[in-house]
């Protein structure tokens, strides 16, 4: 089976434009899938075929000449007895005469079209010569992705070789193959390949699909697997809650937790209690209250003498968190340190002593907390917040901060829902929490589809709710301007909102600001003492101000579903009626009319995460985790949902009955990724 890796043979000459394609050994060329195909296994007489269709016809030559139009042209006329068609060149060789010699047999292959006086051409077509010896193709002629230099024939000539040296072995067993009615690999491999007009008529080529498809999943379920358990190796401490802090904590909350909440509590405290690590994914909509489920966590691991650490990605969320658990905490006397990069030198030198020396119990703070000079005591949690935001070094600095025989255990947050399909496949190495209800009381938001030429209504808007003491926020995406995308400049923005809303308190806070002048305006924004808050989006994730009922976004047509719904759960968090009203500008692409669609017509976190996928594809959405797993090349997460569930029993099978059969299929698949390497 594995000389199919073996690297292709005889390529010395076009290696180079071979690797810029990735094909580097006999594997790659197979799943080098035709781009399209073109027929040229049978000739139409030129009467019966129709304007854009793509065919072959053949006849005899009766005429060429050369035209000049507004560049030189030539003519070649053919008949086949039933009617004649003119083949049309701009590129041709002065010897044309011979090679167009009247008389001559060809056959031509291209686009049906109409030249200006309406009669039947064809533009630059494929020309074969007609002779005993060169008979009509049994198969499609496959047209191959490839790149400059590099001709499509080469491609065929070494897809031949492949299927000559029999080098496709079956990776599945004949009871899975029955089961679940898939072709063999090599049966699908060759119909891709050198599809038929008669498998093509009756669509075999979405079978052979359909078994890359299974292989494709089967081989990341056991990739997944694979990490899944090495992670799940990994020694920790086993942390029971001894209910010091968790009973008093809970009976002091001026609210209940919801069913989900205590539901994810459990999964999460029965992880911690196991000596094995815990690498938990915890996601929530906006406002579900995953805090405190952390803060929860936090405490466990204090109770048992551990210290824990949250961690987020920006200075504004870390420190709302901080005060907030503090604020909490404080019937404790727990030790909670503050680290951002925002310290001075002393602080900064105090809050990593406190770290090392075991006097802080729960650390909380943005990147600063894994820089190298941190070290902790004694590390039992980490809880990193909206981690799509780190990537997966960043977090591994972190974990890898424990003791050398122990690793703390690992909770992630997510404010942004993860579709279940890509729960399944690309974070298949972790065990999934979701907090799927909101806490009671929350007030519905309204979603507000607004024109930008309605703007002074909106402003109007925005006033009279200042004049009920409410506060707004305004966002802008950019804070330069930028002549590509015509965005408003944040700064612009203040301007005019500062004049027209006169004398209403307007801030301005932008990700270029100081930390200390950012938080200062927050504060601000937070105490009421300003109404309205323009802001680029650093405001996005976590920031908690109740008394806020207006979400003004500007541009929203250059925004993503996530990134939307997120600015959109700022607001809604007290018990006013909240508006997000989305300013938008003519012309919307047709993404743009999808999102703007799905976001004005749902809150449900988890119905707008399904539907970016199905708008962006997984890549976007996966970010930084997806630098370390290759992309799916032929399965759709969301289409091909019933084969990724069969795909994981499938696995499960091969691992436990023919673990041969796995090894070969994950190395098949993964073979070039590093990922793989470092299982």
């Known amino acids: 089976m594995m000389q199919i890796l073996e690297p292709l043979h005889n390529v010395a000459k076009i290696s180079a434009k071979l690797a810029k394609l990735n094909l580097l050994c006999y594997w790659d060329l197979a799943l080098h899938i035709p781009l399209r195909y073109e027929d040229l296994t049978k000739v139409y007489s030129i009467a019966e075929v129709k304007l854009g269709q793509q065919v072959m016809v053949q006849g005899k030559i009766i005429g060429h000449e050369i035209v000049h139009r507004k560049t030189k042209q030539l003519l070649v006329r053919i008949d086949d007895g039933s009617s004649i068609i003119t083949l049309l060149f701009f590129h041709f060789f002065p010897s044309y005469a011979t090679q167009y010699a009247i008389g001559k047999q060809i056959r031509a292959h291209g686009e049906i079209k109409n030249d200006y006086m309406g009669n039947k051409t064809i533009v630059h077509p494929k020309i074969q010569t007609v002779n005993e010896e060169v008979k009509l193709s049994n198969t499609f002629s496959p047209i191959y992705p490839t790149t400059n230099g590099l001709a499509n024939s080469a491609i065929i000539s070494l897809v031949d070789q492949l299927f000559d040296a029999n080098f496709i072995s079956e990776t599945l067993p004949q009871s899975i193959l029955d089961k679940y009615e898939l072709l063999g690999l090599e049966q699908a491999l060759l119909t891709l390949h050198k599809l038929t007009p008669q498998q093509f008529a009756n669509n075999y080529q979405k079978q052979a699909l359909r078994r890359l498809k299974f292989d494709e999943l089967i081989a990341q379920q056991l990739l997944m697997q694979k990490i899944y358990a090495s992670k799940h190796h990994n020694p920790a401490p086993a942390i029971k809650t001894t209910n010091q802090y968790l009973v008093p904590l809970l009976s002091k909350l001026p609210f209940e937790l919801t069913k989900a909440q205590n539901r994810v509590m459990r999964e999460i405290l029965q992880d911690m209690s196991q000596a094995q690590q815990m690498n938990r994914l915890l996601q929530g909509d906006v406002g579900s209250g995953k805090t405190i489920v952390a803060t929860i966590s936090a405490l466990t691991a204090i109770e048992n003498q551990f210290q824990a650490v949250i961690m987020a990605p920006t200075e504004i969320l870390a420190e709302q968190h901080y005060s907030k658990i503090s604020k909490l905490l404080e019937p404790f006397s727990i030790k909670v340190v503050w680290l951002a990069g925002s310290l001075t030198p002393k602080q900064k030198k105090q809050a990593t002593q406190a770290c090392v020396d075991g006097s802080a119990q729960l650390i909380i703070g943005t990147h600063a907390v894994f820089q190298k000079n941190v070290e902790f005591a004694n590390l039992g949690l980490v809880v990193i917040d909206e981690q799509h935001r780190f990537g997966v070094e960043q977090r591994l600095a972190l974990v890898n901060k424990g003791n050398k025989n122990q690793y703390p255990h690992q909770l992630m947050m997510s404010a942004t829902p993860i579709p279940r399909s890509l729960a399944m496949s690309y974070y298949a190495d972790l065990d999934v929490s979701s907090i799927d209800e909101l806490p009671p009381g929350r007030t519905p938001i309204k979603t507000l589809l607004i024109n930008n030429n309605r703007r002074n209504e909106v402003l109007k808007f925005v006033r009279e709710h200042a004049n009920l003491g409410h506060q707004s926020y305004w966002v802008c995406p950019l804070i330069e301007e930028s002549e590509k995308l015509e965005l408003e400049n944040a700064i ?34 937070v105490s009421g003492w300003t109404q309205v808050l323009v802001a680029t989006t650093v405001i996005e994730v976590g920031v908690d101000v109740p008394n806020a009922s207006i979400m003004v976004i500007e541009h929203s047509e250059r925004m993503g579903l996530a990134q939307l719904h997120q600015l959109r759960g700022r607001v809604g968090r007290g018990d006013i009626e909240s508006q997000c009203i989305l300013l938008y500008e003519n012309k919307l692409s047709e993404i743009a009319k999808q999102r703007l669609k799905v976001i004005s017509t749902t809150t449900d976190g988890f119905e707008i995460a399904r539907q970016d996928l199905l708008i962006r594809g997984p890549g976007e959405l996966l970010g930084q985790r997806q630098s370390g797993l290759p992309a799916l090349r032929f399965a759709n997460l969301e289409e091909d949902l019933d084969i990724l569930h069969a795909a994981r029993e499938i696995a499960k099978l091969l691992v436990e009955t023919y673990p041969i059969k796995a090894k070969q299929l994950v190395e098949l698949w993964f073979h070039n990724k590093q990922i793989y390497s470092g299982i």
Do not use: Q, R, S, W
Request: proline share 6%; charged share 25%.
């Open 492 to 525: 612009n923005t203040y301007n005019e909102l500062c004049t027209a809303l006169a004398p209403i308190k307007v801030g301005l806070v932008h990700g270029k600001m100081k930390p200390k002048d950012k938080a200062e305006i927050m504060a601000d924004f």
